[in-house]
């Protein structure tokens, strides 16, 4: 039976099962909305394209499965190319799929055209282009395969407004096959006999690909070897906190007892991660291309594996594959390390309890402190990039796989689309969003999105009036010469309420609590605009500090 492109386009996601996509409309997919007509795919209508591709990726990092995301061409694509970046560097498997001009109009610069396969390169793992509605199985097919093998992360597919429009004869399809990189007999014997060999081992995990089962069986690999784990930086889901092998995140703000015990260590044990340039404090902790330490590299990705640093043994493994292993070693007796996880895990619970106080009548600590005592161990956390989020990151104790979405890239305005996606992918779990002012005007808008499909996330908004990092920084090496770093910002409680939600503002720690109770129990979406003075700039240092320690 004939099909125009745009059915098969939707038919071929039905195959692969995609339950859900994440869009801006536009004329040049119009025959693929037309398809989504009665059809059981989920469709979230956006208020950025930015924003629909966040959502995709938030999708994509809490289900293991391609997000998906339909743009129109042109801007459309452009501004769904930040949330490109954020998957490109993340490792979240996503599927961009943008309208193009018809073919007949190619290369005269038509309206809105843009070549994506010279564009988008650099921000995808492959960039394809539909030329003929019958070839469109095969590239759908071959998009889902791409977006989750190895490393996952984006595909762009563009689609040919004209190739959507004409028809095929296509025989049902199957759906594709997910690879799992499993290691072999022999990185397993050379991992157990390098940790044999070992007196001070540590564990870093991070990246994605990683299954709730394969946190609990790192989990279990910890406590038979008693070995200290930390993870990257946004990647803290993946080891509960309160493990007694826990011993920090490796990111901004690290605690400077983890950062000494990652240094110190003889073998450093890496889990999924690639170990860039910010958890690894600009190659620091770890040299580049010749660690101190004796390094296991453990990756799903060949090209990774000797790609920064050169691995004593890489492992080339998904995390689910290599967790499922784990369980075949066995510890050394009497090992020279026993007793370290303890001790680093004491450092890391000291690190993350609130003390002593910031500048001004707001107390983020003691904000932080009350979340992690009160919200749920299955609360989803989500957030852009900023200052503010650093108190999130010490002080809050996540418990839970599924629990934390933040980009590991720094890219700002993450948090609030990531949150709606989450929400509605989980609709009985709390989803809390931490956005910085800046940050919140980045993709603010998406809050509207929440309150289209009646989904109450709880936006805490630390507004400060200041790009709080620039302003940092500026401080530091520009002490006293602040230039286009300060903020007027809306009343955002009052603009949570016209776009028909809930909103507070917080000036006090002692207004949080009731704030927040109220947010939750409005089942609307919610804004906190929480007033923080600009002052408090880190958990440890004032604004005054760092300009006169820069002085």
């Given amino acids: 039976m004939n099909r125009t492109g745009g059915q098969l386009i939707v038919e071929a996601l039905q195959t692969h099962g995609a339950d859900r996509l994440f869009c801006v409309p536009g004329e040049s997919y119009l025959a693929v909305l037309d398809a989504l007509y009665g059809s059981p795919i989920g469709v979230t209508v956006c208020r950025q394209e930015g924003g629909a591709a966040m959502m995709a990726d938030a999708y994509g990092r809490l289900t293991g499965r391609p997000g998906i995301c339909f743009v129109t061409r042109g801007p459309g694509a452009t501004n769904a190319s930040a949330g490109l970046h954020i998957a490109r560097q993340d490792s979240a498997p996503m599927i961009l799929f943008i309208g193009q001009v018809q073919r007949a109009a190619r290369e005269r610069e038509a309206f809105q055209e843009i070549e994506y396969r010279r564009m988008m390169t650099e921000l995808a793992k492959w960039v394809g282009e539909v030329d003929s509605a019958e070839r469109i199985p095969e590239f759908v097919a071959r998009a889902f395969a791409t977006a989750t093998s190895g490393r996952p992360g984006p595909v762009v597919l563009a689609l040919p407004e004209d190739v959507l429009r004409e028809s095929a004869d296509v025989p049902p399809q199957k759906p594709y ?16 006999g390098a940790l044999a060999a070992a007196q001070r081992p540590i564990a870093i995990l991070g990246g994605s690909g990683w299954s709730e089962t394969a946190v609990a069986q790192m989990a279990e690999f ?24 826990y011993a920090g995140d490796v990111g901004l703000g690290i605690n400077p007892q983890l950062a000494a015990r990652v240094r110190d260590a003889d073998l450093v044990l890496l889990v999924g991660g690639r170990f860039g340039e910010t958890p690894s404090g600009n190659y620091s902790l770890l040299a580049s291309p010749n660690p101190d330490q004796t390094l296991i590299h453990v990756h799903a990705d060949a090209a990774e594996l000797g790609r920064v640093y050169r691995p004593d043994v890489a492992i080339n493994a998904s995390p689910t594959a290599f967790a499922q292993e784990l369980a075949t070693l066995q510890p050394p007796e009497g090992p020279a390390w026993a007793g370290e996880a303890a001790i680093a895990h004491a450092d890391y619970l000291a690190w993350s309890e609130p003390s002593g106080s910031n500048p001004g009548a707001v107390q983020m600590g003691e904000i932080m402190r009350w979340l992690r005592d009160t919200l749920p161990e299955d609360a989803i956390l989500t957030n852009g990039a900023g200052n503010y989020a650093a108190w999130q990151h010490r002080y809050y104790r996540f418990r839970r796989f599924g629990t934390q979405l933040g980009p590991a890239s720094g890219s700002m305005g993450f948090g609030v689309p990531a949150a709606v996606a989450a929400k509605q992918l989980y609709p009985d779990r709390q989803v809390v969003a931490f956005s910085g002012d800046g940050c919140f005007m980045m993709n603010g808008q998406e809050f509207a999105t929440a309150v289209q499909y009646r989904l109450p996330i709880i936006v805490l908004l630390v507004n400060n009036g ?47 609590a009731s704030a927040f109770e109220r947010a939750a129990q409005s089942g609307k979406p919610a804004i906190i605009d929480i007033h923080l003075d600009p002052e408090a700039i880190t958990t440890t240092k004032s604004l005054t500090e760092l300009r006169g320690a820069a002085g």
């Fill in 466 to 512: 200041t790009y709080g990092t620039i302003r940092m920084h500026q401080e530091m090496r520009h002490p006293g010469r602040v230039v286009a770093t300060d903020l007027v910002n809306p009343d955002f409680a009052a603009l949570a309420r016209a776009y028909g939600g809930h909103g507070e503002t917080v000036r006090e720690t002692a207004e949080f």
């Fill in 222 to 245: 910890a406590e038979r070897f008693a070995l200290p784990v930390t993870c990257s930086f946004r990647r803290q889901m993946l080891f509960d906190h309160l493990h007694p092998s």
């Fill in 177 to 192: 096959t997910p690879v799992e990189i499993r290691p072999g007999q022999a990185d397993m014997a050379a991992l157990e």
